[in-house]
């Protein structure tokens, strides 16, 4: 069995076309290169990450593409967290999208595992603007919902375009959590 049908099977101890299906989601491993103190993962090429895109589009996307987009990334979350794994830094930059419009989170560099009870944790993840209430007051112990958080400010941010709370530090996060502007308007 190889590295990638080993780190599969961990993650998802169904069959291995299942398997496969499913963490297809995040990303396809096509080669894993090694050198002394580093390896290298070589995945599929994706044109765009949303952020990049949002910026470069004239209109935000229409309802219909948000909510595909949405349905994707929240699938892929559950995924994750179906598996006891929390991605703690989901934004924008992070989601990779092709000119077919699959969506596939990236950067799994903060990502950990949980379980109930939930361990002790850093609270210093998520960029500020995705950064849920729990994590800005100093939690150690979380779990799902400091994802679904970034999901839900993603979703926010699809449909204007931008950032809905766009902090400048910690206590002003916290201020325009408790009280966000009123009507944000597509």
Excluded at 62 to 74: D, H
Excluded at 77 to 100: A, E, F, G, Y
Excluded at 129 to 142: D, M, N
């Amino acid at each position: 069995m190889g590295w990638e049908s080993r780190c599969l099977t961990l993650l998802c101890p169904s069959t291995e076309k299942d398997c496969r299906a499913k963490w297809a989601r995040f990303f396809t491993l096509n080669s894993r290169l090694t050198a002394k103190t580093s390896v290298f993962i070589v995945m599929d090429f994706l044109e765009h990450d949303l952020k990049t895109l949002q910026e470069d589009m004239q209109e935000p996307f229409l309802p219909s593409e948000t909510k595909t987009l949405l349905l994707q990334l929240t699938s892929a979350v559950q995924c994750l967290h179906d598996n006891w794994i929390l991605h703690r830094d989901l934004k924008t930059s992070n989601l990779l999208m092709n000119n077919r419009g699959q969506l596939k989170i990236a950067d799994f560099g903060m990502a950990r595992y949980f379980s109930d009870p939930p361990p002790k944790l850093t609270q210093l993840v998520v960029t500020l603007w995705y950064r849920s209430p729990e994590l800005l007051l100093g939690a150690e112990k979380y779990g799902r919902e400091v994802d679904m958080w970034s999901v839900g400010c993603i979703f926010g941010e699809l449909l204007t375009k931008e950032p809905l709370l766009q902090g400048k530090n910690e206590v002003d996060q916290l201020s325009k959590v408790r009280c966000p502007p009123t009507n944000p308007s597509p």
